[in-house]
Every structure is written in structure tokens, then in C-alpha cells.
């Protein structure tokens, strides 16, 4: 992940990716490779993060700033949709980035992959997210589709919870 040639690094981390969790000892260049110049590299990199699972919880905050990233641009889904989704799949440690995630719902463009990115994260989070998401409902806004797809794609299972959370709104 540290070649001069953009092709290399892709390609290396596209291999981490499909090694999964067994890619456990690259994170630390995984987590380096989320502040690549090149929006593909930092795309696998973000995915290889997301399947190496809860034992990445440290690249928590490579992953936010990739969110946070505004030039983030790449041929297939931006680094910043992977690195929402990523933001579940690490655990535990992601589940203190939910506010993040709102705020992606909050205040980007409708109909961005980074905001389905948010929405998919959130729905995998799933009861911790619960309260953050009404708290959206609750707000005046015109993003708030976003919060409300989000909550009806929980699973069947939290339906209880999210209809305690957002009866008080109706």
C-alpha cells in the first residue's frame, strides 16, 4: 500500500479486501491507506476495513475523516459510502460515530450514496441508532426521508422500539 504506482496500491488493497478478517495484520496501512490520494485505493481500503470486522475498531477515526471528506470522488461507490458502511461492520466502536452518521442524513444533497451509506450503517448499528434517528424525525427539516427510510428498514425485530421512539411525533 505504499507503492509510488496508484495500480499497485489498488490492487494490494483490493487483495486485503477479499482476505477479510485474515487481513487483520495490514491494518494499520489499511488505516493509512484512507488518506490516499486516489479515491479508489481509499474505497478498498475502507472495504477491507469493514471485513476484517469488530477487530477494527481502531481505524474508527481514519474511517470518519474519510466520511468527512467533501473531494472524495471514484469510479464505482465513493470511499465515503464505503466508509459509512464500514462504520458498522467494525462493531462496538463504530456505534460511537452514530452522531456522525445523522448528521450525514442531516445535512447532505437527497439521494446521495454517502447518505445510503449512512442509512445502510445505521440499520446494521440497529438499536442504538434508534434514538439518534427520532431525534432527526423530530426536527424540522427537509432531509427528513432520509431518517425515515433508515428507521422502516430496521429489522422486524426492533419494530417495538422504533415505535416507542417516534409515537411521541405523531
Known amino acids: ?5 496508484v495500480s499497485v496500491r489498488r490492487d494490494s488493497a483490493i487483495a486485503l479486501w477479499k482476505e477479510g478478517a485474515d487481513a487483520e ?16 485505493v ?20 481514519g474511517l470518519i475523516r474519510l466520511l468527512n471528506r467533501r473531494d472524495d470522488y471514484c469510479l464505482l461507490f465513493p470511499g465515503r459510502y464505503q ?6 461492520q467494525v ?8 452522531p456522525n452518521l445523522v448528521g450525514i442524513l442531516r445535512e447532505e444533497p437527497h439521494a446521495t450514496l ?4 449512512a442509512g445502510l450503517s445505521l440499520q446494521r448499528m440497529g ?9 432527526l424525525l423530530s426536527q424540522p427539516s427537509d432531509r427528513l426521508g ?19 421512539a417516534v409515537r411521541p411525533l405523531l
Not at 466508509?83 to 458498522?88: F, G, K
Not at 432520509?146 to 416507542?164: Q, S
Open 114 to 117: 454517502v447518505c445510503s451509506g
Open 146 to 164: 432520509w431518517a425515515a427510510i433508515t428507521l422502516i428498514g430496521f429489522d422486524m425485530d426492533l419494530w417495538p422500539e422504533v415505535v416507542v
Open 42 to 61: 481509499r474505497m478498498f481500503a475502507a472495504m477491507a476495513i469493514g471485513e476484517i470486522g469488530p477487530a477494527a475498531g481502531r481505524a474508527v477515526p
Open 127 to 135: 438499536r442504538p441508532a434508534i434514538p439518534a434517528l427520532a431525534e
Open 91 to 98: 462493531g462496538p466502536a463504530g456505534h460511537a460515530t452514530i
Open 1 to 5: 500500500l505504499d507503492s509510488p504506482q
Open 25 to 40: 495484520p495490514a491494518l494499520d496501512a489499511l488505516i493509512g491507506a484512507l488518506e490516499d490520494d486516489n479515491g479508489d
Open 83 to 88: 466508509a459509512a458502511v464500514a462504520l458498522a
